[in-house]
């Protein structure tokens, strides 16, 4: 095998694409947000980062309050490119997986309790 041959083989191996682009990576990957306990009630909020979606197309979503007796913080998960509400909910704690998914997305707190968290999961 040559030296043009092995570094093609290399190439591909390795999931570059010449003269195009990769998909990005998307192992095991998270992003979350958390509440500041500063905040006045009612303007407690948090985004979560950018997550995209797994090779499976679905998401994971996780909602959850440590503080005993806060059930009802609002949260949302929406695409980032359509801007498309694909999950939304107002009960802490929460496991959702979504399915279905393509693109990039990101979540929300609303009016949260002191330290609720929200996390995307690609896992």
């Not at 992003?31 to 905040?39: F, K, Q």
């Not at 107002?90 to 399915?99: D, E, L, R, T, Y």
Request: include cysteine; charged fraction near 15%; glycine fraction near 10%.
């Amino acid at each position: 095998m040559g030296v043009t041959r092995r570094i093609a083989a290399v190439v591909v191996a390795s999931g570059v694409l010449v003269g195009g682009f990769a998909a990005p990576a998307m192992a095991n990957s998270s992003t979350s947000c958390t509440a500041l306990p500063y905040v006045v009630i009612g303007n407690r909020t948090c985004k979560t980062g950018i997550l995209y979606s797994n090779a499976a197309h679905d998401l994971r979503i996780i909602a959850r309050s440590d503080v005993f007796g806060c059930t009802e913080s609002p949260w949302s998960v929406w695409d980032v490119d359509t801007g498309r509400t694909v999950a939304s909910g107002k009960s802490v704690p929460k496991n959702v997986v979504i399915h279905g998914l393509y693109g990039r997305y990101r979540g929300r707190l609303n009016q949260a309790c002191y330290k609720d968290t929200l996390q995307l999961r690609d896992y």
